[in-house]
Protein backbone atom coordinates (compact mmCIF):
# COMPACT_ATOMS: atom_id res chain seq x y z
CA UNK A 1 0.00 0.00 0.00
CA UNK A 2 1.24 3.60 -1.02
CA UNK A 3 2.17 5.77 1.97
CA UNK A 4 0.76 9.29 2.24
CA UNK A 5 2.85 12.03 0.44
CA UNK A 6 4.60 13.96 3.00
CA UNK A 7 6.54 16.53 0.41
CA UNK A 8 5.25 17.48 -2.65
CA UNK A 9 7.79 19.77 -4.47
CA UNK A 10 7.13 21.29 -7.63
CA UNK A 11 9.13 23.42 -10.14
CA UNK A 12 11.52 24.21 -7.02
CA UNK A 13 14.72 26.53 -8.24
CA UNK A 14 16.87 28.29 -5.75
CA UNK A 15 19.96 30.48 -6.92
CA UNK A 16 22.54 31.61 -4.80
CA UNK A 17 25.40 34.53 -5.14
CA UNK A 18 29.08 33.31 -5.41
CA UNK A 19 31.34 36.82 -5.78
CA UNK A 20 29.87 38.06 -8.82
CA UNK A 21 27.89 34.70 -9.79
CA UNK A 22 24.52 33.54 -9.77
CA UNK A 23 24.92 29.61 -8.97
CA UNK A 24 21.45 27.92 -9.63
CA UNK A 25 21.71 25.35 -7.25
CA UNK A 26 18.31 23.68 -7.86
CA UNK A 27 17.05 23.63 -11.21
CA UNK A 28 13.31 23.07 -11.51
CA UNK A 29 12.81 20.09 -9.25
CA UNK A 30 10.11 18.10 -9.04
CA UNK A 31 9.47 15.18 -6.89
CA UNK A 32 7.19 13.69 -3.96
CA UNK A 33 8.81 12.05 -1.12
CA UNK A 34 6.47 9.79 1.02
CA UNK A 35 5.81 9.15 4.95
CA UNK A 36 7.94 5.95 5.81
CA UNK A 37 10.57 6.74 3.02
CA UNK A 38 14.73 6.16 3.33
CA UNK A 39 15.74 7.80 0.95
CA UNK A 40 19.03 9.51 -0.27
CA UNK A 41 20.21 12.32 -2.01
CA UNK A 42 22.94 11.22 -4.27
CA UNK A 43 25.30 13.02 -6.29
CA UNK A 44 28.81 14.78 -6.62
CA UNK A 45 29.53 17.96 -4.72
CA UNK A 46 28.23 20.75 -5.86
CA UNK A 47 24.88 18.54 -7.57
CA UNK A 48 22.48 20.27 -5.15
CA UNK A 49 22.04 17.79 -2.10
CA UNK A 50 22.71 20.24 0.88
CA UNK A 51 20.41 22.71 -0.76
CA UNK A 52 17.74 20.68 -1.35
CA UNK A 53 17.68 19.38 2.21
CA UNK A 54 17.68 22.91 2.94
CA UNK A 55 14.88 23.41 1.34
CA UNK A 56 13.37 20.63 2.84
CA UNK A 57 14.00 21.59 6.46
CA UNK A 58 12.55 24.88 5.92
CA UNK A 59 16.50 26.06 6.50
CA UNK A 60 16.77 28.07 3.00
CA UNK A 61 13.69 29.29 1.16
CA UNK A 62 13.85 28.06 -2.89
CA UNK A 63 13.57 31.32 -5.30
CA UNK A 64 10.73 29.65 -7.48
CA UNK A 65 8.27 26.58 -7.36
CA UNK A 66 6.15 25.38 -4.52
CA UNK A 67 6.91 23.06 -1.50
CA UNK A 68 3.91 21.63 -0.10
CA UNK A 69 4.73 20.06 3.72
CA UNK A 70 1.66 17.48 4.27
CA UNK A 71 -0.23 19.28 2.21
CA UNK A 72 0.74 22.90 3.28
CA UNK A 73 2.59 25.06 1.28
CA UNK A 74 5.70 26.03 3.33
CA UNK A 75 6.22 29.32 0.82
CA UNK A 76 2.91 30.31 2.50
CA UNK A 77 3.90 29.60 6.06
CA UNK A 78 5.29 32.61 8.58
CA UNK A 79 8.56 32.44 10.07
CA UNK A 80 6.78 31.63 13.63
CA UNK A 81 5.08 28.67 11.71
CA UNK A 82 8.12 27.22 10.06
CA UNK A 83 9.55 27.53 13.26
CA UNK A 84 6.94 25.58 14.76
CA UNK A 85 7.03 23.03 12.14
CA UNK A 86 10.96 22.70 12.54
CA UNK A 87 10.19 22.18 16.25
CA UNK A 88 7.96 19.78 16.22
CA UNK A 89 8.09 18.11 13.20
CA UNK A 90 11.74 17.39 11.97
CA UNK A 91 14.73 15.88 12.93
CA UNK A 92 18.25 17.11 11.50
CA UNK A 93 21.84 15.56 11.52
CA UNK A 94 24.46 17.48 10.00
CA UNK A 95 27.60 16.48 8.62
CA UNK A 96 29.47 17.95 11.40
CA UNK A 97 28.62 20.30 13.94
CA UNK A 98 25.82 18.87 15.46
CA UNK A 99 25.56 19.55 19.41
CA UNK A 100 25.82 22.20 21.31
CA UNK A 101 29.45 22.02 22.81
CA UNK A 102 28.47 23.03 26.86
CA UNK A 103 25.65 20.86 26.73
CA UNK A 104 25.97 16.84 27.74
CA UNK A 105 24.56 14.14 24.95
CA UNK A 106 21.75 14.21 27.37
CA UNK A 107 21.07 18.00 27.91
CA UNK A 108 21.66 18.10 24.54
CA UNK A 109 18.98 16.02 23.55
CA UNK A 110 16.65 17.22 26.73
CA UNK A 111 16.78 20.67 26.00
CA UNK A 112 15.20 20.03 22.43
CA UNK A 113 12.74 18.02 24.14
CA UNK A 114 11.80 20.45 26.49
CA UNK A 115 11.05 23.36 24.06
CA UNK A 116 7.83 21.07 22.76
CA UNK A 117 4.64 22.28 23.85
CA UNK A 118 3.65 19.46 26.45
CA UNK A 119 6.79 17.78 26.84
CA UNK A 120 7.57 18.08 30.48
CA UNK A 121 6.74 14.91 31.69
CA UNK A 122 8.87 11.84 31.94
CA UNK A 123 11.72 13.92 30.30
CA UNK A 124 14.24 12.36 31.88
CA UNK A 125 13.28 8.90 31.12
CA UNK A 126 12.53 9.90 27.25
CA UNK A 127 16.02 11.34 26.91
CA UNK A 128 17.57 8.06 28.39
CA UNK A 129 15.39 5.73 25.86
CA UNK A 130 16.73 7.72 23.09
CA UNK A 131 20.47 8.22 24.02
CA UNK A 132 19.56 4.28 24.87
CA UNK A 133 18.36 3.83 21.52
CA UNK A 134 21.32 4.68 19.85
CA UNK A 135 23.80 3.00 22.10
CA UNK A 136 24.89 6.26 24.18
CA UNK A 137 23.01 5.52 27.79
CA UNK A 138 26.95 5.31 29.29
CA UNK A 139 27.94 8.56 27.78
CA UNK A 140 24.67 10.48 28.72
CA UNK A 141 26.78 12.75 31.02
CA UNK A 142 29.60 13.13 28.31
CA UNK A 143 30.47 16.52 26.44
CA UNK A 144 30.75 16.45 22.36
CA UNK A 145 34.94 17.31 23.08
CA UNK A 146 34.82 14.31 25.01
CA UNK A 147 33.14 11.53 22.59
CA UNK A 148 33.98 9.85 19.12
CA UNK A 149 32.83 11.48 15.82
CA UNK A 150 30.57 8.62 15.88
CA UNK A 151 29.28 8.97 18.99
CA UNK A 152 28.72 12.70 18.27
CA UNK A 153 26.64 11.48 15.33
CA UNK A 154 24.61 8.94 16.99
CA UNK A 155 23.87 11.81 19.74
CA UNK A 156 22.16 13.57 17.06
CA UNK A 157 20.49 10.65 15.73
CA UNK A 158 18.92 10.76 19.67
CA UNK A 159 18.35 14.30 19.57
CA UNK A 160 16.45 13.95 16.23
CA UNK A 161 14.03 11.07 17.28
CA UNK A 162 13.40 12.14 20.70
CA UNK A 163 10.36 14.35 19.61
CA UNK A 164 9.03 11.64 17.49
CA UNK A 165 9.48 13.68 14.31
CA UNK A 166 7.86 13.54 10.88
CA UNK A 167 10.66 13.63 9.01
CA UNK A 168 14.58 13.49 9.68
CA UNK A 169 17.02 15.88 7.70
CA UNK A 170 20.71 14.16 7.50
CA UNK A 171 23.14 15.70 5.86
CA UNK A 172 26.23 13.34 4.79
CA UNK A 173 25.37 12.05 8.35
CA UNK A 174 28.62 9.93 7.68
CA UNK A 175 31.14 11.99 5.73
CA UNK A 176 33.33 12.70 8.90
CA UNK A 177 33.39 9.09 10.14
CA UNK A 178 34.89 5.83 9.55
CA UNK A 179 33.62 2.95 7.68
CA UNK A 180 32.64 1.35 10.88
CA UNK A 181 31.11 4.25 12.51
CA UNK A 182 29.68 5.06 9.66
CA UNK A 183 27.96 2.13 9.08
CA UNK A 184 26.60 2.14 12.50
CA UNK A 185 24.82 5.34 11.96
CA UNK A 186 23.41 4.01 9.04
CA UNK A 187 22.20 0.89 10.58
CA UNK A 188 21.32 2.93 12.94
CA UNK A 189 18.85 5.68 11.25
CA UNK A 190 17.29 2.36 9.27
CA UNK A 191 16.60 0.75 12.12
CA UNK A 192 14.91 3.93 13.56
CA UNK A 193 13.18 4.12 10.55
CA UNK A 194 11.97 0.61 10.14
CA UNK A 195 10.57 0.58 13.93
CA UNK A 196 8.91 4.14 14.18
CA UNK A 197 8.37 4.79 10.72
CA UNK A 198 9.89 7.67 10.30
CA UNK A 199 11.10 8.89 7.43
CA UNK A 200 15.00 9.60 7.13
CA UNK A 201 16.01 11.90 3.57
CA UNK A 202 19.81 11.88 4.13
CA UNK A 203 22.87 12.86 1.18
CA UNK A 204 25.52 10.72 0.65
CA UNK A 205 28.38 10.20 -1.42
CA UNK A 206 29.02 6.89 -0.29
CA UNK A 207 27.93 3.97 -2.51
CA UNK A 208 27.73 1.63 0.60
CA UNK A 209 25.75 4.04 2.43
CA UNK A 210 23.25 4.37 -0.26
CA UNK A 211 22.50 0.63 -0.52
CA UNK A 212 20.61 1.11 2.79
CA UNK A 213 18.67 2.88 0.97
CA UNK A 214 14.87 1.96 -0.02
CA UNK A 215 15.22 4.47 -2.70
CA UNK A 216 17.95 6.83 -4.36
CA UNK A 217 17.73 10.46 -5.70
CA UNK A 218 20.36 11.37 -7.72
CA UNK A 219 21.19 14.53 -8.31
CA UNK A 220 23.55 16.54 -11.28
CA UNK A 221 23.98 20.45 -11.69
CA UNK A 222 20.84 21.02 -9.47
CA UNK A 223 18.35 18.62 -11.26
CA UNK A 224 17.49 14.91 -10.21
CA UNK A 225 18.42 12.90 -13.16
CA UNK B 1 9.35 27.49 31.16
CA UNK B 2 10.76 28.98 27.98
CA UNK B 3 12.47 31.79 29.93
CA UNK B 4 13.87 29.51 32.50
CA UNK B 5 15.49 27.21 29.39
CA UNK B 6 16.85 30.19 28.29
CA UNK B 7 18.45 31.33 31.13
CA UNK B 8 19.90 27.81 32.27
CA UNK B 9 21.68 27.61 28.78
CA UNK B 10 22.93 31.12 29.25
CA UNK B 11 23.88 29.72 32.61
CA UNK B 12 26.19 26.53 31.23
CA UNK B 13 27.47 28.83 28.78
CA UNK B 14 29.17 31.35 31.17
CA UNK B 15 30.38 28.59 33.11
CA UNK B 16 31.48 25.43 31.48
CA UNK B 17 33.13 27.52 28.38
CA UNK B 18 35.52 28.59 30.90
CA UNK B 19 38.44 29.70 28.87
CA UNK B 20 35.79 32.69 26.96
CA UNK B 21 34.15 33.06 30.13
CA UNK B 22 37.29 33.66 31.75
CA UNK B 23 38.56 36.41 29.26
CA UNK B 24 35.24 38.02 29.10
CA UNK B 25 35.27 38.53 32.52
CA UNK B 26 38.95 39.59 33.14
CA UNK B 27 37.72 42.23 30.48
CA UNK B 28 35.22 43.93 31.99
CA UNK B 29 36.33 43.30 35.53
CA UNK B 30 39.43 45.38 34.22
CA UNK B 31 37.72 48.28 32.71
CA UNK B 32 35.29 47.93 35.83
CA UNK B 33 38.26 48.83 38.11
CA UNK B 34 39.15 51.04 36.15
CA UNK B 35 36.25 53.16 36.25
CA UNK B 36 35.73 52.49 40.23
CA UNK B 37 39.38 53.54 41.14
CA UNK B 38 38.63 56.64 39.15
CA UNK B 39 35.53 57.46 40.65
CA UNK B 40 36.81 56.70 44.23
CA UNK B 41 39.90 58.99 42.90
CA UNK B 42 37.28 61.76 42.12
CA UNK B 43 35.56 61.14 44.96
CA UNK B 44 38.11 61.39 47.03
CA UNK B 45 39.97 64.26 45.58
CA UNK B 46 36.68 66.46 45.73
CA UNK B 47 35.87 65.60 49.35
CA UNK B 48 39.43 66.49 50.61
CA UNK B 49 39.20 69.73 48.14
CA UNK B 50 36.02 70.51 49.90
CA UNK B 51 37.27 69.21 53.75
CA UNK B 52 40.25 71.91 53.06
CA UNK B 53 38.01 74.55 51.91
CA UNK B 54 35.95 74.06 54.97
CA UNK B 55 38.58 73.65 57.40
CA UNK B 56 40.69 76.14 56.12
CA UNK B 57 38.94 79.59 56.43
CA UNK B 58 35.08 79.53 55.88
CA UNK B 59 33.80 76.67 57.88
CA UNK B 60 30.29 75.14 56.74
CA UNK B 61 29.26 78.54 56.31
CA UNK B 62 28.75 82.15 57.82
CA UNK B 63 25.89 84.04 58.88
CA UNK B 64 25.45 87.69 59.18
CA UNK B 65 22.43 90.25 59.03
CA UNK B 66 20.58 90.51 56.02
CA UNK B 67 21.91 93.03 53.70
CA UNK B 68 25.40 93.38 55.22
CA UNK B 69 27.14 90.95 52.41
CA UNK B 70 28.05 91.64 48.94
CA UNK B 71 28.05 95.40 49.89
CA UNK B 72 30.12 98.72 50.86
CA UNK B 73 28.93 99.83 54.04
CA UNK B 74 29.95 103.44 55.05
CA UNK B 75 29.27 102.51 58.67
CA UNK B 76 29.22 99.01 58.58
CA UNK B 77 28.98 98.88 62.73
CA UNK B 78 25.85 99.31 62.26
CA UNK B 79 25.21 95.79 61.00
CA UNK B 80 27.36 93.96 62.76
CA UNK B 81 25.56 91.83 65.67
CA UNK B 82 25.75 92.91 68.96
CA UNK B 83 24.71 90.33 71.21
CA UNK B 84 27.00 88.04 70.00
CA UNK B 85 26.94 85.85 73.13
CA UNK B 86 23.37 85.30 72.84
CA UNK B 87 23.70 84.92 69.18
CA UNK B 88 26.09 82.15 68.89
CA UNK B 89 24.43 80.13 71.74
CA UNK B 90 21.13 79.77 70.00
CA UNK B 91 22.67 78.73 66.57
CA UNK B 92 24.92 76.32 68.51
CA UNK B 93 21.16 74.79 69.95
CA UNK B 94 20.26 74.26 66.08
CA UNK B 95 20.80 70.14 65.99
CA UNK B 96 24.29 69.04 64.01
CA UNK B 97 25.97 72.46 64.83
CA UNK B 98 29.38 71.68 65.97
CA UNK B 99 31.05 75.07 66.68
CA UNK B 100 30.24 78.54 65.83
CA UNK B 101 32.54 81.31 65.59
CA UNK B 102 32.02 84.69 66.13
CA UNK B 103 34.33 87.06 63.81
CA UNK B 104 35.23 90.75 63.12
CA UNK B 105 36.45 92.14 60.29
CA UNK B 106 38.20 95.45 60.03
CA UNK B 107 39.95 97.54 57.98
CA UNK B 108 43.64 98.88 58.89
CA UNK B 109 46.95 100.04 58.48
CA UNK B 110 50.13 97.27 60.12
CA UNK B 111 53.19 99.10 61.01
CA UNK B 112 56.76 97.16 60.92
CA UNK B 113 59.36 99.53 61.84
CA UNK B 114 59.49 101.86 58.82
CA UNK B 115 56.79 100.14 56.69
CA UNK B 116 53.01 101.15 57.01
CA UNK B 117 50.20 99.01 54.84
CA UNK B 118 47.03 98.49 54.52
CA UNK B 119 45.33 95.66 55.16
CA UNK B 120 41.87 93.84 56.15
CA UNK B 121 42.21 91.80 59.86
CA UNK B 122 39.78 89.76 61.17
CA UNK B 123 39.26 89.18 64.74
CA UNK B 124 38.79 85.49 65.63
CA UNK B 125 38.16 83.07 68.85
CA UNK B 126 41.95 81.97 68.24
CA UNK B 127 41.27 78.77 70.76
CA UNK B 128 37.81 77.58 69.33
CA UNK B 129 39.25 78.17 65.42
CA UNK B 130 42.09 75.85 65.82
CA UNK B 131 40.62 73.40 66.97
CA UNK B 132 38.15 72.93 63.99
CA UNK B 133 40.72 75.21 61.15
CA UNK B 134 43.34 72.63 61.02
CA UNK B 135 43.90 73.18 57.21
CA UNK B 136 45.23 76.71 57.01
CA UNK B 137 48.41 77.13 55.13
CA UNK B 138 51.23 78.50 57.53
CA UNK B 139 54.67 78.71 55.90
CA UNK B 140 56.05 79.76 59.19
CA UNK B 141 54.83 79.28 62.85
CA UNK B 142 51.49 79.00 63.61
CA UNK B 143 48.08 79.60 65.35
CA UNK B 144 48.15 82.25 67.69
CA UNK B 145 45.53 80.29 70.17
CA UNK B 146 45.35 81.81 73.04
CA UNK B 147 48.06 83.84 73.40
CA UNK B 148 46.98 87.36 73.91
CA UNK B 149 47.77 90.28 71.62
CA UNK B 150 49.57 88.37 68.63
CA UNK B 151 48.54 88.42 65.14
CA UNK B 152 49.06 85.95 62.25
CA UNK B 153 49.79 87.62 58.72
CA UNK B 154 49.20 86.57 54.72
CA UNK B 155 52.55 86.23 53.18
CA UNK B 156 52.54 88.88 50.68
CA UNK B 157 51.42 91.28 53.67
CA UNK B 158 54.58 89.77 55.86
CA UNK B 159 56.89 90.37 53.18
CA UNK B 160 55.88 93.91 52.68
CA UNK B 161 56.19 94.84 56.27
CA UNK B 162 59.49 92.66 56.50
CA UNK B 163 58.09 90.93 59.54
CA UNK B 164 59.07 87.79 60.41
CA UNK B 165 57.30 85.20 63.17
CA UNK B 166 58.41 86.98 67.00
CA UNK B 167 58.56 90.02 65.42
CA UNK B 168 55.76 92.95 66.57
CA UNK B 169 53.86 94.86 64.40
CA UNK B 170 51.32 98.02 65.38
CA UNK B 171 48.17 97.42 64.12
CA UNK B 172 45.84 101.04 63.62
CA UNK B 173 42.50 100.73 62.74
CA UNK B 174 39.54 103.52 62.91
CA UNK B 175 37.19 103.17 65.39
CA UNK B 176 33.19 104.07 64.94
CA UNK B 177 34.00 107.88 66.19
CA UNK B 178 36.77 108.26 63.98
CA UNK B 179 38.95 108.22 66.51
CA UNK B 180 42.48 106.29 65.75
CA UNK B 181 44.13 103.54 68.28
CA UNK B 182 46.67 101.85 67.80
CA UNK B 183 47.64 98.04 69.42
CA UNK B 184 51.36 96.03 69.20
CA UNK B 185 50.96 92.31 68.74
CA UNK B 186 53.42 89.68 68.00
CA UNK B 187 53.48 87.85 64.64
CA UNK B 188 52.91 83.63 65.95
CA UNK B 189 52.80 82.64 61.69
CA UNK B 190 53.09 83.67 58.38
CA UNK B 191 50.09 82.22 56.23
CA UNK B 192 49.98 81.08 52.36
CA UNK B 193 46.78 80.37 50.74
CA UNK B 194 47.81 81.05 47.00
CA UNK B 195 45.07 83.77 46.58
CA UNK B 196 47.31 86.79 46.41
CA UNK B 197 44.39 89.14 46.83
CA UNK B 198 44.10 87.59 50.51
CA UNK B 199 47.92 87.35 51.32
CA UNK B 200 49.24 90.27 50.44
CA UNK B 201 46.68 91.95 52.04
CA UNK B 202 45.29 90.28 55.29
CA UNK B 203 46.10 89.12 58.81
CA UNK B 204 44.16 87.57 61.89
CA UNK B 205 44.32 88.61 65.21
CA UNK B 206 42.47 87.54 68.87
CA UNK B 207 38.55 88.62 68.33
CA UNK B 208 39.50 90.50 71.81
CA UNK B 209 42.13 92.21 70.02
CA UNK B 210 40.02 93.22 67.13
CA UNK B 211 37.47 94.62 69.38
CA UNK B 212 39.68 96.44 71.44
CA UNK B 213 41.08 98.35 68.22
CA UNK B 214 37.45 98.81 66.61
CA UNK B 215 36.01 99.99 70.07
CA UNK B 216 33.20 97.52 70.08
CA UNK B 217 31.74 94.74 71.89
CA UNK B 218 30.04 93.60 68.77
CA UNK B 219 30.92 90.75 65.71
CA UNK B 220 30.52 91.03 62.37
CA UNK B 221 29.20 87.58 61.45
CA UNK B 222 29.55 83.96 62.59
CA UNK B 223 31.44 81.01 60.97
CA UNK B 224 29.74 77.54 61.74
CA UNK B 225 30.69 74.33 61.84
CA UNK B 226 28.42 70.79 61.38
CA UNK B 227 28.72 67.28 62.58
CA UNK B 228 28.15 66.43 58.89
CA UNK B 229 29.31 68.27 55.45
CA UNK B 230 25.60 67.50 53.81
CA UNK B 231 24.10 69.50 56.62
CA UNK B 232 24.03 73.01 55.61
CA UNK B 233 20.89 73.31 54.32
CA UNK B 234 18.91 71.80 57.20
CA UNK B 235 20.71 74.12 59.46
CA UNK B 236 20.20 77.04 57.14
CA UNK B 237 15.97 75.89 57.32
CA UNK B 238 16.81 76.15 61.17
CA UNK B 239 18.75 79.20 61.45
CA UNK B 240 16.24 81.25 59.26
CA UNK B 241 13.45 80.37 61.85
CA UNK B 242 15.22 81.27 64.81
CA UNK B 243 17.19 83.97 63.92
CA UNK B 244 15.26 85.94 60.82
CA UNK B 245 17.46 88.46 60.91
CA UNK B 246 20.37 87.15 60.13
CA UNK B 247 21.48 85.38 56.49
CA UNK B 248 22.97 81.99 56.16
CA UNK B 249 25.49 81.30 52.97
CA UNK B 250 27.27 78.07 52.72
CA UNK B 251 31.04 77.79 51.87
CA UNK B 252 30.96 77.38 48.41
CA UNK B 253 29.42 80.43 47.75
CA UNK B 254 31.66 82.48 49.90
CA UNK B 255 34.56 81.33 47.92
CA UNK B 256 32.64 80.74 44.61
CA UNK B 257 35.63 81.90 42.51
CA UNK B 258 38.13 79.81 43.94
CA UNK B 259 36.20 76.59 45.73
CA UNK B 260 32.99 76.25 43.31
CA UNK B 261 34.79 77.22 39.70
CA UNK B 262 37.47 75.00 40.80
CA UNK B 263 34.78 71.86 41.42
CA UNK B 264 33.36 72.89 38.08
CA UNK B 265 36.77 73.16 36.50
CA UNK B 266 37.63 69.72 37.84
CA UNK B 267 34.39 67.94 37.54
CA UNK B 268 34.40 69.32 33.53
CA UNK B 269 37.89 67.73 33.07
CA UNK B 270 36.82 64.69 34.86
CA UNK B 271 33.94 64.27 32.91
CA UNK B 272 36.05 64.13 29.89
CA UNK B 273 38.66 61.74 31.61
CA UNK B 274 35.50 59.65 32.16
CA UNK B 275 34.01 59.68 28.79
CA UNK B 276 37.43 58.71 27.56
CA UNK B 277 37.58 55.86 29.95
CA UNK B 278 33.96 54.66 29.68
CA UNK B 279 34.63 54.68 25.63
CA UNK B 280 37.66 52.54 26.32
CA UNK B 281 35.82 50.11 28.69
CA UNK B 282 32.51 49.69 26.36
CA UNK B 283 34.88 49.02 23.08
CA UNK B 284 36.46 46.26 24.84
CA UNK B 285 33.48 44.70 26.33
CA UNK B 286 31.60 45.27 22.89
CA UNK B 287 34.45 44.00 20.93
CA UNK B 288 34.75 41.05 23.35
CA UNK B 289 30.75 39.94 23.40
CA UNK B 290 30.87 40.97 19.52
CA UNK B 291 33.55 38.01 19.29
CA UNK B 292 32.22 35.23 21.48
CA UNK B 293 28.50 35.91 19.34
CA UNK B 294 30.20 35.26 15.86
CA UNK B 295 32.04 32.43 16.50
CA UNK B 296 28.70 31.10 18.11
CA UNK B 297 26.94 31.46 14.60
CA UNK B 298 27.33 27.72 13.79
CA UNK B 299 25.93 27.35 16.70
CA UNK B 300 22.68 29.28 16.41
CA UNK B 301 22.06 27.78 13.74
CA UNK B 302 21.58 24.78 15.19
CA UNK B 303 19.52 26.09 17.55
CA UNK B 304 17.44 27.78 15.05
CA UNK B 305 17.36 24.53 12.67
CA UNK B 306 15.88 23.02 15.66
CA UNK B 307 13.45 25.13 15.92
CA UNK B 308 14.25 27.88 18.07
CA UNK B 309 12.71 31.41 16.80
CA UNK B 310 14.75 34.31 16.29
CA UNK B 311 13.71 35.68 19.89
CA UNK B 312 14.54 32.51 21.61
CA UNK B 313 17.91 32.61 20.28
CA UNK B 314 18.18 36.58 20.96
CA UNK B 315 17.07 36.36 24.18
CA UNK B 316 19.57 33.44 25.23
CA UNK B 317 22.24 35.31 23.33
CA UNK B 318 21.50 38.89 25.91
CA UNK B 319 20.82 36.72 29.07
CA UNK B 320 24.83 35.45 28.10
CA UNK B 321 26.20 39.11 28.10
CA UNK B 322 23.84 40.42 31.11
CA UNK B 323 25.22 37.54 33.43
CA UNK B 324 28.83 38.00 31.62
CA UNK B 325 28.52 41.88 32.27
CA UNK B 326 27.07 41.41 36.04
CA UNK B 327 29.68 39.10 36.64
CA UNK B 328 31.97 41.16 35.13
CA UNK B 329 31.33 44.42 37.28
CA UNK B 330 30.73 42.77 40.58
CA UNK B 331 34.33 41.19 40.02
CA UNK B 332 35.55 44.54 39.26
CA UNK B 333 34.24 45.92 42.08
CA UNK B 334 35.57 43.46 44.49
CA UNK B 335 38.96 44.15 43.19
CA UNK B 336 38.65 47.66 42.85
CA UNK B 337 37.51 47.35 46.72
CA UNK B 338 40.36 45.13 47.84
CA UNK B 339 42.91 47.33 46.03
CA UNK B 340 41.78 49.83 48.07
CA UNK B 341 42.10 48.73 50.93
CA UNK B 342 45.53 47.10 50.33
CA UNK B 343 48.35 48.75 47.97
CA UNK B 344 46.53 51.93 47.69
CA UNK B 345 45.13 52.16 51.49
CA UNK B 346 47.19 55.21 52.25
CA UNK B 347 45.97 56.77 49.32
CA UNK B 348 47.65 58.29 45.75
CA UNK B 349 50.34 61.05 46.70
CA UNK B 350 50.10 64.38 44.79
CA UNK B 351 52.12 66.95 44.63
CA UNK B 352 51.47 69.94 46.20
CA UNK B 353 47.97 71.84 45.20
CA UNK B 354 47.70 75.72 44.01
CA UNK B 355 47.10 77.67 47.20
CA UNK B 356 49.10 74.91 49.61
CA UNK B 357 52.79 74.20 50.24
CA UNK B 358 52.83 70.66 50.86
CA UNK B 359 51.99 67.66 49.40
CA UNK B 360 49.07 65.36 50.09
CA UNK B 361 47.51 61.91 49.28
CA UNK B 362 43.75 61.67 48.05
CA UNK B 363 42.22 58.81 49.37
CA UNK B 364 40.17 56.29 47.23
CA UNK B 365 36.63 57.09 48.24
CA UNK B 366 34.63 54.44 47.20
CA UNK B 367 30.51 54.81 47.14
CA UNK B 368 27.78 52.24 47.02
CA UNK B 369 26.66 54.85 44.15
CA UNK B 370 29.69 54.11 42.08
CA UNK B 371 29.51 50.72 42.56
CA UNK B 372 25.90 50.04 41.52
CA UNK B 373 26.54 53.26 38.65
CA UNK B 374 30.21 50.65 37.32
CA UNK B 375 27.81 47.48 37.80
CA UNK B 376 25.14 48.75 35.72
CA UNK B 377 27.38 50.36 33.21
CA UNK B 378 29.42 47.30 32.77
CA UNK B 379 26.04 44.77 31.72
CA UNK B 380 24.15 47.54 29.87
CA UNK B 381 27.82 47.94 27.84
CA UNK B 382 27.74 44.17 27.73
CA UNK B 383 24.16 43.49 26.52
CA UNK B 384 24.84 46.27 24.09
CA UNK B 385 27.78 44.92 22.71
CA UNK B 386 25.76 41.77 21.98
CA UNK B 387 22.83 43.23 20.54
CA UNK B 388 24.06 43.78 17.05
CA UNK B 389 26.28 40.40 16.60
CA UNK B 390 22.91 38.61 17.41
CA UNK B 391 20.86 40.86 14.91
CA UNK B 392 22.95 39.87 12.56
CA UNK B 393 23.17 36.32 13.59
CA UNK B 394 18.90 35.66 13.89
CA UNK B 395 18.72 37.07 10.54
CA UNK B 396 21.29 35.30 8.45
CA UNK B 397 19.29 32.51 6.68
CA UNK B 398 19.72 29.17 8.91
CA UNK B 399 21.13 27.41 6.17
CA UNK B 400 24.31 30.41 6.12
CA UNK B 401 24.59 30.38 10.00
CA UNK B 402 25.25 26.44 9.54
CA UNK B 403 27.94 27.15 7.29
CA UNK B 404 29.79 29.00 9.84
CA UNK B 405 30.27 25.59 11.71
Not at chain 1, 189 to 198: D, I, L, P, T, Y
Not at chain 2, 12 to 37: K, M, W
Not at chain 2, 65 to 81: D, F, I, N, Q, S
Not at chain 2, 292 to 313: C, F, K, Q, W, Y
Request: aromatic share 8%; glycine share 10%; net charge neutral.
Amino acid sequence: MTQPTLYTLTDVCHTYTAGRQQVHSLNNVTLEIHKGEFLALAGPSGSGKTTLLNVLGLLDSPRSGSVHLQGVDTGAMSQRDQDHVRRTQMGFIFQTLNLIPVLTAFENVEYFLLRLPGSRSNVRKRVMEALDAVGLADQAGQRPMEMSGGQRQRAAVARALVKDPAVVLADEPTASLDHQNGQSVIHLMKRMNQERGVTFIFSTHDAKVLAAADRVIHMEDGRTV
Amino acid sequence: MRLFLMLQMALRHVFRSRRRSVFALLTISIGAVGLFLFMGFNGGLMNQYRANTIRARYGHGELSTKGYRGAAHARPWELWVTDARGVAERLKAIPGVRAVFPRLTFGSMLIHEETMLVAVGEGIDGVAEAAFFDQLNYVAGGDFKDRPDTIVLGKGLALGLGAKVGDTVSIYARNSRSEMNLKEVTVTGIFYTGIPAFDDGAFRCPLAVAQEVVDTRAVERFAVALTNDEGWPAFAQAAALKLPELEAVPFDVLDEVYYKHGVDFLNAQFDIIRFIILLVVFLGIFNLISMAVVERTGEIGILRANGDSRLDVALGQIMEAFTLGLLGGLLGILLGWLLTISVLSTGVPMPPAPGISRSFRILIELTAADAVHVVMLCTLTAVAGCVLPVFRATRMPIAQALRHA
